[in-house]
């Protein structure tokens, strides 16, 4: 499903980010991408979400070459997948449900049908009843829900996280992660960039390791 | 087709319904957008009403003759009918040296100091009025030179060099009517380019998440410019209220002025096909200048993020 090719990239200010970086996800898994601060986690996923482009190298996603995209090419493509932020990018002047619906309205998803799929994604991330709130009116785990709830709506069949427990306690991130191990069933492919390691330690997942921009070997 | 224009009236609708919810916003940049296209638009009836006015100016030049004062009754007749049978002339108006003297008395009302001036020392006058069609400066100008070679006539005197002067500044001021209205649409265009700008720079985390999420570029822009649009027609109206209003306030004494020169002049607003084709101008602009602001902001604020 994703496959990276001898994928390197510098950035303009000479920051080598990854180096020559190769691997390939099959569908339907949940895959961690674990390393410290700064061992090129986010740029990785930058590259899957197409916010950047490698220096070197290609990466491929349903054997589609991503450089090959242009224009709104990229922004179909985006509609493809489901991103969770670390700080869950909320509209704090848009409701739980309006927030939740906007990849629906990108598409412009018939009104009746946005709704039904808007009250299942809040379904499953137990959110329920809390369509008209506000996000400033819910917790840092509640809002980290929406974000959730707002990456599965248009049913992506590949969901990426970057440190989406980073800014929660040990309890809310377990709850998260929970969420994320759910929705695996659903033949979804889930990649969480996170540097909390217990998130899958001592578990059956597939986890890359990152350091210094390079992949360590399995 | 029909999915076009739904989602077209989607995106306008809830464009009205952003706009509604920040109102006091709304009806500052609109109420400032309506004065700034008020000033030329106001101008411009100005103009239009100016040279509505020089058109009965125009119809009135006339050549006054003055006939020698040993001129018999017959004669002066004579020279009128023959002044008359010219093609370059329309009518001709004669007044005699007591209608003359008489009018003089009514209008100065010194007559106690006439009656002791033993003659009438005004003269007989024949006033040549030459048709519409023949009746620029040069024109007349060539048959105040025929006439002036007539018999009989002592003096003729041509009242359109007042009315050159008026031509030419009439012609000035549209000049400078024409230059400061295209600097005030100019600057009506560069409010709403600027309050598009305010308005994406307040929204930029929408603009990323909506970009994030795959939002294409005309789906990113499509609110902007439909705001910038609906901006300028509300614009548009209050500018018609204001210039109506203004009109109707100084219609009566413009009347009143009109009806004491016996002038059949009256002040006319703009027609509706006139502020049909004003507003689908203005429209137009507002489309085109908040595109390409919205493009150059987009392309600064994904170049920011990078």
């Known amino acids: 499903m994703i496959r990276f090719s001898n994928v390197s990239k510098q950035y303009p200010s000479g920051q080598t980010a990854l180096r020559s970086v190769s691997f390939a996800i099959e569908p339907n898994q949940l895959v961690f991408l674990s390393g410290h601060s700064g061992a090129g986690k986010s740029t990785l996923i930058k590259l899957i979400t197409l916010q950047e482009k490698p220096t070197h190298g290609h990466v491929f996603v349903h054997d589609r070459n991503l450089s090959s995209l242009t224009g709104n090419q990229i922004a179909y493509y985006r509609r493809t997948l489901g991103v969770v932020h670390q700080d869950h990018k909320l509209l704090f002047d848009r409701t739980v449900s309006q927030n ?51 990456a599965i709506v248009g049913r992506p069949q590949l969901i990426i996280a970057d440190e989406p427990t980073g800014n929660l306690d040990k309890e809310l991130g377990d709850e998260i992660m929970g969420i994320f191990k759910r929705l695996v069933q659903y033949e979804t492919t889930i990649i969480v960039a996170t540097h909390d390691r217990h998130h899958y330690v001592g578990q059956n997942f597939l986890v890359f390791e990152l350091q210094k921009g390079k992949l360590l070997p399995r | 087709m029909t999915r076009f224009f739904f989602l077209h009236l989607r995106t306008f609708v809830s464009c009205l319904g952003r706009m509604w919810r920040a109102r006091l916003a709304t009806l500052f940049t609109v109420t400032s957008v309506g004065i700034v296209l008020s000033l030329p638009l106001g101008l411009y009836t100005l103009s239009v009403n100016l040279k509505s006015a020089t058109e009965f100016v125009k119809s009135t030049p006339e050549i006054t003759l003055f006939v020698s004062k040993t001129a018999s009754a017959e004669s002066i007749a004579e020279l009128g009918t023959s002044i008359r049978q010219l093609p370059e002339v329309n009518q001709v108006s004669v007044i005699t040296a007591d209608e003359a003297l008489e009018e003089f008395e009514s209008i100065t009302g010194i007559e106690s100091v006439i009656k002791y001036v033993p003659d009438n020392p005004l003269p007989t006058v024949l006033i040549v009025r030459p048709p519409e069609s023949k009746s620029n400066p040069d024109e007349i100008q060539r048959l105040a030179t025929a006439l002036r070679e007539l018999e009989l006539v002592d003096a003729v005197e041509v009242d359109f060099e007042w009315l050159r002067r008026f031509y030419s500044i009439i012609g000035l001021v549209n000049i400078v009517f024409t230059i400061v209205s295209i600097l005030l649409v100019s600057a009506a265009v560069l409010l709403i380019c600027n309050t598009t700008r305010l308005s994406i720079s307040s929204r930029q985390d929408e603009i990323m998440v909506i970009d994030q999420i795959g939002g294409t570029g005309s789906f990113i822009r499509r609110p902007f410019v439909y705001i910038a649009v609906i901006q300028s027609l509300l614009g548009v109206v209050i500018a018609a209220v204001i210039i109506e209003a203004i009109r109707l306030t100084v219609e009566p004494y413009v009347t009143q002025l009109a009806d004491l020169y016996a002038s059949p002049f009256r002040v006319t607003g703009l027609t509706w096909q006139l502020w049909l084709a004003i507003t689908l101008s203005v429209c137009a602009i507002s489309w085109i200048a908040s595109r390409i602001t919205v493009k150059i902001c987009l392309y600064r604020l994904a170049a920011s993020k990078n």
């Not at chain 1, 009746?112 to 400033?136: D, F, N, W």
């Open chain 1, 100 to 150: 939740v619906g906007l990849p629906l309205a990108v598409t412009h998803t018939d009104t009746k049908k946005a709704q039904r799929r808007i009250s299942a994604a809040l379904e499953m991330v137990g959110l329920l009843g809390k369509e008209k709130s506000y996000p400033i009116q819910l917790s840092g785990g509640e809002q980290q829900r929406v974000g959730i709830a707002r």
